[in-house]
DNA sequence: AGTGCCTCTGCAATCGATTACATCTGATTC
DNA sequence: GAATCAGATGTAATCGATTGCAGAGGCACT
């Protein structure tokens, strides 16, 4: 911080008044045109910069939202960053982006304290009493937790999961696998749930193997599958860099996809589509889930009048729901005959 | 902000001042521990949270550190994020990640106002005046810009490229191709140009194709490569996403990797070692890179005696140079015999 | 008892902006 | 010419914490 001009100066330089500053900077319109001008020129001469510390205290608001994710480093997240920030830049407003994994867990639990005036949570596993003791303008995106009492923005995962399954039914697989997610994550229990129960709906009794969503613990299933007396031909992996490391490890021991197997994979990322082969997998529209994400607690921040007022927290009805698709690749083809 | 409990009701309930209740939190050593354990059941009774506006203005200084990159959806930074924030953790920060090409650029320009006491700086496509305009401690990492006066983190460029041609050239490559990422970028001006020299000290000519670092200019560069009379046999491409472009690109048009040709990229991100081939790669550790790169900014920001005191700036001789390494995977063999 | 010192606590100024309210100027209307 | 009004500007309170300074109380020593 090292605003050392502040209004006080740029006011004794134009020879007005610190109010008059302030009102030519936020609006310029109740200041007369050649006061206007004067100040300018004073803040272009001193170099001014206003102190965000003084304004925020002042409007009690802090202009920002705080995006949250476990993890910064899984490519899931940058699309819905870089489109959070689009569109909270359009709203006139920061983002800042956190490791809800990373805090410290003290007194300012989370870099929680007020440095933002709603929150995009993309992690569905933080202790619900913290969550919940927020008392900010919150919405949950891509995870979720019931227990968090905020609306949720996403995909229907339960719904998409059978698509995958449909698909290779309709591809003639009988004997599927699904390569899980963490097991307490609420996307792999639910994209699993869905799977089983639409296996079901079909008569199959699909195999599961656990997994955590990464390029190693697909490599991982992978050879777990190689293994395997009778190897299910329809594959079903919780995310897509779970998938890609499935068909790679795959495609290195010497079996052919979609040949000998045939692999969906979940979200889209950009490299679904330049694999070797392209992977059939469940789009997620990751820009449009920023977007919306950051319109809904941009609203939900509008409604609250009184800056101390919960506003419309707890409003989970006013949930969004974003269509998902599955997208047909190479990855996916008929099953092979039965030996 | 919805602080709705302030340092007073604390104190009110405690029956202390609010210096005290401050001194409670702050140094507790300095308080009674009668006094200490009173204060710190009111925190608790009242839900009572700093109101960080407030401090940062008393104290002037945010805590917190800004990382500015050119494009958040670039999986290149998320590790670079992950590790950064980490450090920043460790050392009482917060971070602040933002996109430094979707900035309202006006009076606030870049979302700089003083809520960053320091700035680690990914992108070295932003005006020199403005980023000079700064003020605060620096450090430009990965990119960077001769005409910023701050220190440097990051890896020699130029060499790593030599690199990459001295292992096709070892492998009896005479002919290479290198596809470039964009033409004022100054990490791909600097890998060219240490393409360019190596290549010519082995005197070869050798063949430029313009790109962007992305998957699609990869395999917009394959198709061009294909329609050559006289196809480079190594090619080395300025970052893995287009390498990878290159690579599956070729493939999807019946070329043999490396048995055609052989692809290098730059940078050794996730999926480098699991694509079919694994692609030989310079390998940078974003990771060490994060954490550097924060550790210098926080010991430039404790040079900072007084707050208004621009500090050791301008310390350019103060960079960190990071060791790159070449990883040799599958992607790269022997020259093809000429026919 | 007086003095000095140490520990703990409170008072009140302070950080730098915003903004309700008051004041002033000049124009318009009757 | 007085009354009224609108627009522009200034005065000063305010946001919520931190912290320099001083005072209170306790203890030891002379």
């Known amino acids: ?23 030519a900077l936020s ?6 045109i050649a006061t206007r001008e004067k100040v300018m020129e004073a803040v272009k001469a001193t170099g001014y910069r206003i102190n965000a ?4 205290l002042r409007q009690r608001r802090a202009r920002s939202i705080l995006i949250l994710a476990p993890n910064l480093s899984n490519t899931f997240f940058s699309r819905i960053f870089a489109s959070a920030q689009e569109e909270a830049s359009a709203e006139g407003l920061t983002v800042q982006i956190s490791d809800s ?13 007020g440095r933002a005036d ?66 307490a994550n609420v996307l792999a229990i639910t994209r699993r749930a869905g799977f089983l129960e639409a296996a079901q709906a079909h008569g199959l ?19 777990r599958w190689a293994e395997m007396a009778d190897r299910p031909t329809g594959v079903f992996c919780a995310s897509d860099e779970c998938a890609l490391g499935f068909m790679s490890e795959c495609i290195r021991l010497g079996f052919d996809v979609p040949g000998d197997v045939s692999v969906v994979g979940f979200d889209d990322i950009e490299f679904a589509d330049r694999f070797v082969p392209s992977l059939t997998t469940i789009h997620q529209p990751r820009f449009q889930m920023g ?8 609203a939900m921040m509008q409604g609250h009048g009184d800056p101390g007022d919960p506003g419309e927290i707890g409003a989970t009805e006013r949930s969004v729901r974003i269509d998902a698709t599955l997208v047909k690749r190479a990855s996916t083809g008929p099953a092979p005959a039965r030996p």
Chains 1, 2 share one sequence.
Not at 10 to 15: D, K, R, S, Y
């Open 118 to 183: 709603g929150i995009v949570l993309l992690d569905g596993g933080i202790d619900p009493e913290v969550v919940n003791g927020w008392r900010l303008p919150l919405i949950q995106l891509s995870e979720w937790n019931d227990a968090y009492d905020a609306p949720r923005v996403g995909i229907d995962n339960h719904a998409a999961a059978g698509m995958a399954v449909e698909h290779l039914v309709s591809l003639g697989h009988r004997s599927l696998l699904h390569v899980n997610g963490p097991d």
């Open 205 to 223: 009794t699909p195999e599961v193997f656990s997994g955590d969503f990464t390029l190693t613990s697909g490599a991982e299933a992978a050879r």
């Open 27 to 32: 609006t310029p319109e109740a200041v007369g």
């Open 53 to 56: 510390a003084a304004r925020d």
């Open 291 to 298: 977007r919306a994400a950051v319109k809904r607690v941009v």
């Open 101 to 113: 994994r990373n805090a410290s867990s003290g007194f300012e639990a989370l870099g929680y304290d």
């Open 1 to 23: 911080m090292a605003a050392r001009v502040r209004i006080k100066d740029v006011a004794t330089l134009a020879g007005v008044s610190t109010a008059t500053v302030s009102r």
